[in-house]
């Protein structure tokens, strides 16, 4: 059986020097590196929260700038496209121009040429109805 004396008294007192020695020697320490431990856990917490911002922050300003080297690139490219358009244009304007100079020296020499050949016809007209006619009435005139 159990007996209550004095060294159950004895026994609570143990117990609850060894507790508070336990305490210090033992629990303390573990309890502050667990709370270091949370503390560091937390602070990468933070610093990961902290670079997933700066992630989303540097993607948000890549994206626009994407979007505005897009535009700009779209722009300078219509740009140029119109600049082409406009010298194919006046090339074409400057080869009609020329061409329709080469056309009307061409109309001005057929034009001179059908003159002189018009001339040397009515010149020779003459003689060519005099060769008719001795040709018609199989005799020469005169």
């Keep these: 059986m159990i007996s209550i004396d004095w060294t159950v008294f004895l026994q609570m007192a143990n117990f609850i020097v060894l507790i508070f020695i336990m305490n210090a020697l033992l629990y303390k320490p573990i309890r502050r590196i667990l709370i270091e431990r949370k503390k560091k856990i937390q602070g990468y917490e933070e610093g990961i929260d902290s670079l997933k911002q700066d992630a989303v922050e540097i993607d948000q300003t890549f994206q626009t700038e994407i979007g505005e080297a897009k535009t700009k690139g779209f722009q300078e490219k ?19 121009q020329k061409a329709q100079a080469d056309l009307e020296a061409v109309r001005t020499q057929i034009v001179k040429d059908a003159e002189d050949a018009r001339r040397a016809l009515q010149a020779e007209t003459g003689a060519f109805s005099a060769a008719i006619a001795e040709k018609i009435l199989g005799r020469a005139v005169s």
């Design 78 to 96: 219509e740009a140029l496209k119109q600049a082409g358009q406009e010298e194919e244009k006046q090339l074409i304007d400057e080869i009609n």
